[in-house]
């Protein structure tokens, strides 16, 4: 408890954004204080300078605020997918797409990784989490022109979420500034779910994938 007290008092108020951004700041901020076990949302509230009710008309729980973080990390994953190339291959639009959902989660690695780890070991708040990707990765795998329809589309969103959780235990560890070592875990994951997922074999891309080849080697 004088652990989480202390955390509270130090915690940094945050005064920018709007004030549902503020709110979902403060938590993923004081998961990585505290731990996401013991995030409160009146300790929320305090680090994001709110009053208590304020902040839960923006955000009810720890839980919705979980849904607005995958909110985000969907936007900046899918808002540069303007329209297919014809010249990529969906495999090859998969990597890239993949990879900016990586560069997203790492502006703020720390909290991230608090986080997902906490939520691995609340089960509640995991289903949550496991419903909510359902959407991010069916909305993936449009983004990179592979079908989502009928069993074979969920097929291939289960092998996408497959390929992501592989890639993200990578990226757990990778410390290295160009994520060589999860390019090259989602380049092997992406190897293996071309079965599973029903992807047809593509040609390897130059430039960021080749990268991961080097990683790998």
Same mark, same amino acid.
């Given at each position: ?13 945050? *005064?920018?954004?709007? /004030?549902?951004?503020? =709110?979902? !700041?403060? =938590? ?5 204080? =505290? ?6 949302? $009146?300790? /929320? ?28 990390? $969907?936007?900046? *994953? ?6 297919? $190339? ?7 639009? %998969? ?7 990586? $560069?997203? %989660? ?8 608090? /986080?997902? *780890? ?7 708040? #995991?289903? =949550? ?13 449009? #983004?990179?022109?592979?079908? *989502?329809?009928?069993?074979?589309? +969920? ?7 497959? /390929?992501?959780?592989?890639? +993200? ?17 989602? !380049? ?7 079965? %599973? ?17 080097? #990683?790998? #080697?």
């Amino acid at each position: 408890m004088a652990a989480k007290k202390s955390a509270k008092k130090s915690a940094p108020k945050a *005064t920018g954004g709007s /004030v549902k951004d503020r =709110v979902i !700041d403060a =938590v993923a901020a004081e998961a990585a204080a =505290v731990g996401w076990r013991h995030v409160s949302m $009146d300790a /929320v509230a305090a680090r994001a300078g709110l009053g208590l009710g304020e902040a839960l008309l923006e955000v009810p729980s720890k839980v919705h605020a979980l849904c607005a973080i995958i909110d985000r990390i $969907d936007a900046r *994953t899918l808002a540069p997918v303007k329209k297919l $190339d014809p010249e990529d291959s969906p495999r090859d639009r %998969l990597f890239e797409i993949l990879m900016r959902r990586f $560069d997203a %989660l790492n502006e703020r690695r720390e909290e991230a990784k608090a /986080v997902m *780890t906490g939520v691995a070991r609340d089960p509640a708040a #995991a289903i =949550v989490v496991g419903c909510r990707l359902q959407k991010s990765f069916a909305a993936i795998l449009g #983004a990179a022109g592979v079908s *989502t329809g009928g069993l074979m589309g +969920l097929a291939r969103i289960q092998g996408l979420k497959a /390929v992501a959780a592989f890639a +993200l235990r990578a990226w757990m560890n990778d410390d290295s500034a160009d994520l060589a070592k999860t390019m090259a875990a989602l !380049d092997r994951a992406l190897d293996r779910a071309e079965k %599973l997922a029903g992807l047809a074999k593509f040609p390897r891309e130059r430039g960021r994938r080749a990268k991961s080849d080097e #990683a790998a #080697a």
